[in-house]
T-cell receptor, first 113, second 114 residues
């Protein structure tokens, strides 16, 4: 079954404690991206990756890092989380560009206290 | 400034009634256009997309959308709503000059009355 898998689904952490949210896709997609969803703001793009070892900033990259060492994985790293990063995070993948259908993970609800 | 606007935060319709969700965009050139649906606790699923050609686009679950260049709009419609359509709907655009970015509107939450 084609899918994008995010882990964990829910996470509560404390300010400053580094964390990683994993994302994996099994469709051999080249393009992957991370979004955060906040009430009234829709989804905002954090980072995206066009292929292995190729990443670029989206609209809200501050406080986040990503890496793309393998085609299937695109982890999101918060080196020093702060309360304003409390949000619902989605990973997505598509065949090669944002113009093709994006497949989304089920989301990670992150709370930073 | 480039933007995607969904003017309705909430819409409530009765089951069986027709539905129209509005989306307006502000870009220099016609971008690629999408509608996604998010069911409670789920990720987003693509309903339909417009790249070029016929301005009336058919999607899944009985949805359609019409692109109107003169109004910079891409409204989503469904002739008869089912209770299972209750969800949040997002309009999104991928600018032609930056097609690695997908920019979302703020969403419209659809409530369906029995």
């Amino acid at each position: 079954e084609a899918q994008v898998t995010q882990n964990p689904r829910y996470l509560i952490t404390v300010t400053g404690k580094k964390l990683t949210v994993t994302c994996s896709q099994n469709m051999n997609h080249e393009y992957m991206s991370w979004y955060r969803q906040d009430p009234g703001l829709g989804l905002r793009q954090i980072y995206y990756s066009m292929n292995v070892e190729v990443t670029d900033k989206g609209d809200v990259p501050e406080g986040y890092k990503v890496s793309r060492k393998e085609k299937r994985n695109f982890p999101l790293i918060l080196e020093s989380p702060s309360p304003n990063q409390t949000s619902l995070y989605f990973c997505a993948s598509s065949f090669n560009r944002a113009t093709t259908e994006a497949f989304f993970g089920q989301g990670t609800r992150l709370t930073v206290v | 400034a480039q933007s995607v606007t969904q003017p309705d935060i909430h819409i409530t319709v009765s089951e069986g009634a027709s539905l129209e969700l509005r989306c307006n965009y502000s870009y220099g050139a016609t971008p690629y256009l999408f509608w996604y649906v998010q069911s409670p606790g789920q990720g987003l699923q693509l309903l339909l997309k417009y790249f070029s050609g016929d301005t009336l686009v058919q999607g899944i679950k009985g949805f359609e959308a019409e692109f109107k260049r003169s109004q910079s709009s891409f409204n989503l419609r469904k002739p008869s709503v089912h209770w299972s359509d209750a969800a949040e709907y997002f309009c999104a655009v991928a600018p032609m000059d930056s097609s690695y970015k997908l920019i979302f509107g703020s969403g419209t939450r659809l409530l369906v009355r029995p």
